[in-house]
């Protein structure tokens, strides 16, 4: 209990509370997001609908040179946020190593919370848990676009398919739910990762006032819905 109280103390309560707003506004959101495709298209219920067409466009090709190119240039992005964001937990870390310094520059800045060392600390932390889960996040992604290319490469050619009639329609639309399901995946768990990236945006405000960091939860949190359900080209995909 004298634990609990100690590591209650090292914050403000305001603090406390913008906290909670913020990883409750987080997973809330992500939640709702699940919840919401299931029954309003969203970008990523649109895509996976698409990749999955992809990938029974696929087995009527005999040659899929196209379809390994797209995969590869697909884990491009997420092995570019990868290393991005190794870039900056690196950075991060060299931060917590110089924080006297880097404490008295963000004093310096208008509107900044005037807090000790040790809260700075902590604010340092938790851009560092952030930038942590989006790493592992975008990594995931990575493999999972290399597990899709494997089923592109193993799937039985198109004559194949034919050649077996009603049971090789069976296998094809099988094999297109699986692969499919298996690239949605790769693009779902990149999502994961660019969601922490817009939620590390709301966390600076944790540097200025926790007023700015639950405003700032908020925002990044309209404008992940915004543009996950009511963006232009949400329209135009289901035209």
Known sequence: MDAMLKV?????????????????????????????????????????????????????????????????????????????????????????????????????????????VLVFDLK?????????????????????????ALLIASAPEAKQFDALGADGEVQRQAFADKAGRVVGLAAETFNDGLRAYYFAFAAIGAFFSPLVFMLATAGVIYILYQREFHSDVLSVLND
């Open 8 to 116: 209650l103390t090292l914050l403000p309560a305001l603090d406390w509370v913008g906290l909670v707003v913020f990883f409750g506004g987080w997973a809330g959101y992500a939640w709702f997001a699940r919840q919401r495709a299931a029954t309003h298209m969203s970008i990523l219920a649109t895509t996976n609908r698409i990749r999955r067409q992809w990938m029974e466009q696929t087995t009527h090709r005999d040659v899929r040179v196209v379809d390994g190119v797209v995969i590869q240039n697909l884990s491009t992005s997420p092995s570019f946020f990868a290393s991005t964001t190794i870039l900056i937990i690196g950075g991060l870390l060299a931060v917590l190593g110089t924080t006297d310094k880097a404490h008295e520059l963000v004093r310096e800045i208008p509107f900044a919370a005037r807090t000790s």
């Open 124 to 148: 340092i932390v938790l851009m560092l848990v952030i930038f942590v889960y989006a790493f592992f996040r975008f990594t995931w992604s990575m493999r999972q676009y290399t597990f899709g």
